[in-house]
């Protein structure tokens, strides 16, 4: 049987990549494994956290139809490589695709059958206090990444489901009830 494919997206600092590594602990689901052209941050190893590729490798792969979606965020190039994804549905696993907006919207038009999820945060303000606590942040810098989330926010309603960030393991438990529950 096929695995169901899962876009997560939502605002930056909302904590998805908590939400990611949460999942991780179950055997069912499988993590794509997205190229950027980004330099990686600290502890980021090549290979799980991304694939760090060069501009230029990264246009020989939009070239050779490699991606399932890819977007431009934040003067970068983020994408999905198609073929694991396919790999491990085909092995009957749930493939969750932790990507931003843009991302999502092609998958929506390329894989209707995909599960979109927006994950929101208990309120703006919240974010906004998630989004400061990064204390290396300027303010000019914070400012642009709070009008970024308000613009993220935006597109909640295009989603099939939002689910709300109050506690890890309640969106973790509805994550995983939406990708087994009969279509
Ligand atoms: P970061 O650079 O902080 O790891 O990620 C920045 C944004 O890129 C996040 O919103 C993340 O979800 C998104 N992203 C990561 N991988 C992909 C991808 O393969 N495709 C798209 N469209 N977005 C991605």
């Known amino acids: 049987m096929q695995g169901r494919l899962l876009v997560l997206s939502g605002p930056g600092g909302v904590g998805k990549s908590t939400i990611v590594n949460e999942l991780k602990k179950y055997p069912e689901f499988f993590f794509s494994v997205s190229a950027t052209t980004r330099a990686p941050r600290n502890g980021e190893i090549d290979g799980e956290a991304y694939h760090f590729v060069s501009e230029s490798e990264f246009e020989r792969m939009i070239k ?25 549905l085909s092995s009957g696993k749930h493939v969750l695709l932790e990507i931003e907006i843009e991302g999502a919207r092609q998958i ?61 393991e309640e969106v973790v438990a509805a994550l995983v009830s939406l990708a087994t529950r009969q279509a």
């Open 64 to 88: 050779d139809g490699e991606f399932l979606e890819w977007a431009n965020f934040a003067g970068h190039k983020y994408g999905t490589p198609t073929t694991p994804v396919e790999v491990a």
């Open 108 to 168: 929506r038009s390329a894989r209707p059958e995909a599960l979109l999820i927006f994950l929101k945060p208990p309120s703006f303000e919240e974010l906004e206090e998630r989004i400061r606590g990064r204390r290396t942040d300027s303010e000019e810098r914070i400012q642009a990444r709070l009008e970024l989330a308000r613009e993220e926010m935006a597109a909640a309603s295009e989603f099939d489901h939002v689910v709300v960030n109050h506690r890890v």
